[in-house]
């Protein structure tokens, strides 16, 4: 289906190959120009072209969410010829170390991945929306981000850091009509990587017996993204946890 042209606004997404790529589709199809920026800027060709494909329009670069001037010219651009009207943070940083392994350079580098760089993006963002007086900042989190975990001192430190981020900014910047949240991803999401875990850890049959839904659909995420972008300010959510039926918690 071709997308419908929504507006002349732009989205700008974190667009790795799974949730982040999901949700560069979901908007591209409400009729968005999608940004979208990750650290191998040649990896989104793929998806350039399945959104082109369909009628939407997206752009793709090259991003280093740690490094100031990197995120700074990325929003300028994207915000160059339309307004930019959702911006998505959507880094992970998933690592798990031992904490007698966890190195110097390990707890730093997650650090500046899932915490520094939603702050910079975040900022960057809500400069541009400020003027206009409306948008939309949603950082994606984790199970770690309410809990620590073992072996997830340096990623739950992180993605604690990015929510109280996301508070500050929700507090802040509310009254200013733009709407941030927080989006708790509490759950395996259907992928590659994740379905090869789930062998390597409780063999074939597991696989095989995990009934439909028990992993998260990166649409289905995407979905709720975007659904939270259309809120009316009188009913916006701040914290919006996601998981399958079966997940525990």
Not at 115 to 126: I, K, M, P, S, T
Request: proline share 3%.
């Amino acid at each position: 289906m071709a997308a419908t042209p929504r507006n002349a606004a732009v989205a700008l997404v974190g667009a790795g190959d799974f949730i982040g790529a999901a949700i560069a589709r979901r908007f591209a199809a409400e009729g968005y120009r999608v940004f979208g920026g990750r650290r191998q800027g040649d990896r989104l060709a793929a998806l350039k072209a399945w959104i082109e494909a369909d009628g939407g329009a997206f752009e793709g670069r090259s991003l280093d969410a740690r490094q100031e001037e990197e995120v700074a010219a990325f929003m300028a651009e994207a915000d160059a010829d339309q307004p930019l009207e959702v911006a998505i943070f959507n880094v992970g940083a998933n690592v798990n170390f031992p904490i007698l392994e966890t190195t110097d350079r390990v707890f730093r580098k997650v650090w500046e991945m899932a915490c520094q760089g939603g702050f910079l993006a975040g900022r960057e963002a809500a400069r541009r929306m400020v003027e206009r007086g409306a948008g939309s900042i949603f950082f994606t989190g984790a199970t770690a981000s309410v809990r620590g975990g073992v072996g997830y001192a340096a990623f739950a430190s992180a993605k604690a850091g990015l929510r109280s981020v996301a508070q500050s900014m929700a507090r802040e910047l509310g009254p200013r009509n733009i709407h941030v949240a927080h989006l708790v991803i509490d759950a395996g999401v259907d992928t590659a990587f994740v379905r090869e875990r789930v062998v390597a850890a409780r063999g074939e049959a597991a696989l095989e017996s995990l009934a439909p839904g028990t992993l998260m659909d990166p649409a289905s995420i995407a979905e709720a993204y975007c659904r939270l972008h259309q809120q009316t300010r009188d009913a916006w959510t701040f914290e919006l946890d996601l998981r399958p039926f079966a997940e525990s918690w």
